[in-house]
């Protein structure tokens, strides 16, 4: 199981166990949307804004995921990788459920990109980026549940891996910090 499935099950065991109705996938888009947008990786603002999003402020099991989740993507950010992993749900689940996935997290990417705090205009080029993920937050069920489905969502999967890091080249704040060392 990849780590980005592992990390999708995790978060969906405690998010079901804290019967809260956001989803994995709404949740790493919404964090993507604020590192983005520019509001960069201080843990306490994230702990306060997953808090806000999630309706309250989230158990400690929780708290320690939603933390782990900002160091995960943190260094995503400091390896300077060409593409993101998205917490979505892995390739054994239907192609319905997944799509569904792929909507809530770009419809959390634009929730936590707006809530950033950024100023000014966006350029042409985001403004296209951000047209694009509303219109693929607004996906309802594939079109296709055989190959010709499974190549759609691999095409719009692989586009959204890559298209946040322009937002974050314009938006993004200064160099990444190193990230704190993992305490077993």
């Known amino acids: 199981m990849s780590s980005s499935a592992s990390a999708y099950a995790a978060f969906s065991t405690l998010l079901a166990e804290a019967a809260l109705p956001v989803s994995p996938a709404?949740?790493?888009?919404?964090?993507?949307?604020r590192v983005c947008g520019g509001a960069g990786?201080?843990?306490?603002?994230?702990?306060?804004?997953?808090?806000?999003l999630l309706g309250g402020a989230p158990g400690e099991r929780l708290q320690a995921a939603l933390s782990g989740l900002?160091?995960?993507?943190?260094q995503e950010f400091a390896g300077q990788q060409v593409a993101l992993v998205l917490m979505l749900p892995p390739?054994?689940?239907p192609l319905a459920e997944r799509t569904a996935a792929l909507g809530q997290w770009c419809q959390g990417f634009l929730a936590g990109f707006g809530l950033s705090?950024?100023?000014g205009e966006v350029s042409g080029e985001a403004r296209e980026v951000l047209e694009d993920?509303?219109?693929i937050a607004q996906i309802q069920e594939p079109a296709e549940e055989g190959e010709e489905g499974e190549n759609d969502?691999?095409?719009v999967t692989e586009y959204l891996r890559v298209a946040p890091l322009l937002l974050?080249?314009?938006y993004g704040r200064g160099p990444i910090p190193e990230p704190a060392p993992v305490v077993h």
């Open 168 to 170: 974050y080249g314009e």
């Open 70 to 74: 900002l160091g995960m993507v943190q």
């Open 153 to 155: 969502f691999m095409e």
């Open 117 to 119: 705090g950024r100023t």
């Open 91 to 93: 390739d054994e689940f």
């Open 41 to 52: 990786f201080d843990e306490n603002d994230w702990l306060a804004a997953a808090s806000e």
């Open 133 to 135: 993920l509303a219109a």
């Open 26 to 33: 709404e949740l790493h888009g919404h964090l993507l949307g």
